[in-house]
């Protein structure tokens, strides 16, 4: 698509002033003033892609908080160097609280986005727009809109809902958290308006924009998270309509060369030789922190060894599963102690430039497709030759039998099984972890993977033991808690209960 170019006007330009003006002072011709702008086609065209740009700093951190404190990644232990003990690794350990940084971050990333979001969709009202582009350029809008507030409702419970720019800075001090059914309603209303206003598909050009299969797709996930089968299923039904299919070769799916194929729903845009900072990095991220120049193609890089694949997902694949190979790297034994240290393969591609790569990162793929259609049939009673048709068709791609003849029991474990191998590292697996348990089951669940990951660690340790508050998941860390800078600014916030 058209370069995604991250506009920090916009956001600026949404504060209005505290005081009048006096005629002593000028307009600053070096800024974009809201009111000059969103005049026509090509003005609205840049908010929009200036609000794609603000996705570009979330997936960099997602997997952070939809990764690492489930049982598909760990840390590359580093014992020289415990500076990221309270922030990072505390999603490792479950140790996070109301004063990680990182939530505050993530927190304040996600309302910048929504606050852009909202700014354009009330400055392009009175823009010079066709018809189909203003549907466009709104169903764009609202499709961004939905999928940051799902991520804030599955994060952190009941949240702040905002759907117009604020008139003054204090005004954003007076609102208080909404019900998740509140939230889930405005996000389906969001996801319809953008099914209605989004084109099926685009020329290459555009490619890489919000369609009406990706709003589609992702309210089908909304409606399976709450449980909506028959939703869930009716909505799905509809991207089946719209020309997506699996690629023959899985690996395909995540090469830069072959980005936005027809497999891929929606992902979002990185340009690996763009000179504006749209370029990715993941792989500079999870290489393991030893590796140098061993995985990322870079001698002088020094990678994080964040997100390391566990024994645990490790041993999850079938024999013969071709989605291993592509998924997980065994080819890096660590200089210091001889052992194997397993990455993620799927962001480790050739780049011309030192840390600059083109890889995009998948959020909803055909496949994610098919399992939620599977998976939402199957709750309805047992599954069906349809479930096992799209359940086999994923499953056929990574050169595996048919499965056949299960309960409506085994069929959901087979579905959670695929769901995660299939999906690994693509930032759905604490989500879908939340979606299909309880706290209390998800505790009973996590606490007995921490156990065999202390007693068997995926990364040595060196010799340095577990602190006594490693690995200890409870039920209220369910959900995140709201970063307590938010609470000091506004007191009238409540926390999650236990935070």
């Given at each position: ?37 969103y ?32 049982d598909n ?5 580093n ?29 304040v ?13 009330l ?20 499709f ?17 809902l ?31 308006d953008?099914a ?7 020329a ?40 997506y ?119 909803l ?26 359940l ?28 995660r ?29 921490a ?49």
């Amino acid at each position: 698509m058209k370069n995604i170019i991250q506009l920090s006007f916009i956001i600026l330009a949404l504060l209005p002033v505290a005081c009048k003006k006096s005629y002593l002072e000028k307009t600053d011709p070096t800024l974009i003033n809201t009111d000059l702008f969103y005049k026509d086609q090509k003005q609205v065209e840049r908010a929009v892609n200036g609000a794609y740009g603000t996705l570009q700093g979330i997936a960099n951190s997602q997997w952070l908080f939809n990764e690492l404190p489930s049982d598909n990644t760990t840390i590359d232990f580093n014992p020289g160097d415990r500076g990221q003990a309270p922030r990072l690794e505390s999603f490792e350990y479950f140790s996070w609280n109301s004063g990680t940084p990182n939530i505050n971050d993530m927190y304040v990333a996600h309302y910048n986005a929504i606050y852009n979001v909202n700014n354009a969709l009330l400055r392009m009202g009175k823009a010079d727009l066709t018809d189909s582009a203003r549907g466009q350029f709104q169903g764009e809008l609202k499709f961004m809109r939905a999928y940051l507030y799902f991520e804030l409702v599955q994060y952190f419970g009941d949240v702040i809902l905002i759907t117009k720019p604020l008139d003054q800075p204090a005004d954003a001090w007076t609102y208080l958290r909404e019900s998740q059914d509140k939230v889930y309603a405005q996000i389906i209303s969001d996801l319809n308006d953008a099914a209605a206003g989004l084109p099926a598909q685009y020329a290459a050009a555009a490619k890489g924009r919000a369609t009406k299969g990706a709003a589609l797709s992702l309210l089908g996930k909304v409606y399976l998270t709450r449980k909506q089968y028959p939703e869930c299923v009716a909505v799905l039904q509809q991207v089946l309509t719209l020309g997506y299919q699996l690629v023959p070769e899985y690996a395909d799916v995540f090469d830069p060369q072959k980005k936005n194929g027809p497999e891929s729903v929606f992902e979002i845009q990185y340009k690996g030789e763009d000179e504006t900072g749209e370029w990715s990095s993941f792989i500079y991220t999870f290489a393991p922190r030893l590796s140098k120049g061993a995985v990322t193609g870079w001698p002088q890089s020094n990678p994080g060894g964040w997100n390391i694949p566990t024994k645990d997902l490790i041993a999850a694949y079938e024999a013969g599963d071709k989605r291993k190979a592509a998924s997980v790297g065994l080819d890096f034994n660590s200089p210091i102690t001889g052992d194997m240290v397993p990455y993620i393969k799927k962001y480790a591609h050739t780049h011309a430039t030192y840390g600059r790569t083109d890889d995009n990162w998948p959020v909803l793929r055909y496949a994610d497709v098919l399992l939620m259609l599977a998976e939402a049939i199957n709750e309805q009673g047992a599954p069906t030759a349809d479930a096992y048709t799209y359940l086999n068709s994923v499953r056929s791609r990574a050169g595996l039998g048919d499965v056949s003849g299960l309960t409506q029991q085994s069929f959901r474990d087979t579905i959670a099984h695929e769901r995660r191998v299939e999906l690994a590292f693509e930032n759905w697996r604490w989500l879908d972890l939340k979606r299909t348990m309880t706290p209390a089951q998800l505790t009973t669940f996590l606490n007995t993977y921490a156990a065999k990951e202390k007693a068997s660690p995926t990364v040595s340790r060196q010799g340095v033991p577990y602190s006594s508050t490693d690995y200890i998941f409870q039920e209220f860390k369910y959900v995140y808690p709201l970063p307590s800078p938010e609470i000091l600014l506004n007191s009238k916030l409540t926390q999650n209960k236990d935070y």
